[in-house]
């Protein structure tokens, strides 16, 4: 199916940022992307509009009762020029699972990723060109309705705004320190931490801000039950290399299913390096690096596509992984995965589009 959505043009365009100092998330471009829902109509009204703020009523049910989604991939500009997307249908699938968990009345198959295209193709100026940079899309819906109750809302906001951005950790590849949470739960199989919802990185905040305070970067998460196996690294999807296998969590329902995880996955399945994912304990994990097998920790997600990790605290007890220097297979896949989605290694999976 292939839409058609007008534009109106913005007749106060912004300067460019610094390529050479963006931070992640603070800047935005000149257009974004609206689209009307309710009962009578269903999903209509898409448009290209000027970035500008929303109006919506106090009573809207997404302040009162959280409904609403959300998406994340990038573009990337290829060294011959070329705009590049990857694996938009992905997310368009993921954005769908989202929907139909929270009583949003989902898009249409292919709807958000020909969005996501007609707006990066009106932005493309914006996505900037230099090492570890990209243009960050975030689609997101949210419920419009005014009223005070506990239902689904009958009319919702579909919208996708798009940022250039330097690397998500100021450090870039640099090994983050990473504090390790047994009290506070994030998820459980049969909630929503299998999804894309804001009140899923909420229930983070206070354990985030405890860690910063305590000098890391970030929180791996403990499955919500026995507080015993290890699940994410804040947004991201974990990875453990323990005597020659790479092990992350299953998806059992608690964590998100990554599209850098699954990408990952099949890089080293491609590799023919053992994989496995399962669960594991974080005492395995620790009685593996009093044995000396504790090899590599690292993090996966849109936003920082690999991140090493180079310390971790259980119980206030800290261990230095690799030394506290970035693994070669943590590299090997930056490299890899990074080298496709900007076009400057060939692509055998078929996961870039150009728009």
């Not at 009307?36 to 269903?42: A, P, R, T, V, W």
């Not at 453990?240 to 990952?264: C, K, M, N, Q």
């Amino acid at each position: 199916m292939h839409y058609q959505f007008p534009v109106t043009k913005t007749t106060a365009p912004k300067a460019k940022p610094d390529p050479e100092h963006l931070n992640f998330g603070t800047v935005f471009t000149d257009h974004m992307f609206l689209m009307d829902y309710n009962i009578e109509k269903g999903w209509h009204k898409g448009r290209i509009v000027p970035y500008g703020p929303l109006s919506l009523d106090p009573a809207a049910a997404v302040f009162h009762y959280a409904q609403e989604m959300f998406e994340g991939l990038k573009g990337y500009r290829s060294p011959h020029g070329k705009t590049l997307l990857f694996r938009p249908d992905m997310n368009d699938k993921r954005a769908i699972s989202s929907c139909e968990r929270l009583c949003i009345p989902p898009l249409p198959q292919g709807l958000m990723t020909e969005a996501v295209k007609a707006l990066v193709d009106q932005e493309r100026d914006w996505i900037p060109a230099q090492e570890g940079t990209s243009l960050y899309i975030r689609p997101f819906i949210i419920a419009t309705e005014p009223f005070i109750g506990v239902r689904a809302s009958h009319q919702y906001l579909f919208a996708i705004i798009l940022s250039p951005v330097g690397p998500y950790y100021k450090g870039g590849l640099a090994p983050t320190k990473i504090y390790v949470e047994d009290h506070y739960v994030r998820s459980v199989s049969g909630g929503t931490g299998e999804i894309k919802a804001g009140g899923n990185y909420a229930v983070g905040l206070k354990t985030e801000h405890e860690a910063y305070e305590k000098g890391y970067s970030q929180v791996l998460w403990l499955d919500g039950i026995e507080r015993k196996y290890v699940e994410e690294i804040g947004t991201s999807n974990a990875f453990f290399v323990i005597d020659g296998e790479v092990i992350t969590s299953p998806l059992t329902g608690s964590i998100l299913p990554g599209i850098t995880r699954d990408s990952v996955l099949t890089l080293l399945r491609e590799w023919g390096l053992k994989v496995s994912e399962r669960k594991l304990s974080i005492q395995e994990v620790y009685d593996a690096f009093d044995q000396g097998k504790l090899e590599e920790v690292f993090a996966s997600g849109t936003a920082a596509v690999i991140s090493p990790v180079g310390e971790l605290c259980w119980k206030d007890r800290k261990v230095s992984i690799n030394g506290g220097n970035i693994g070669s297979l943590s590299q090997k896949i930056y490299d890899e995965l990074t080298g496709i989605q900007s076009g400057k290694k060939a692509d055998p999976f078929g996961w870039v589009v150009e728009v």
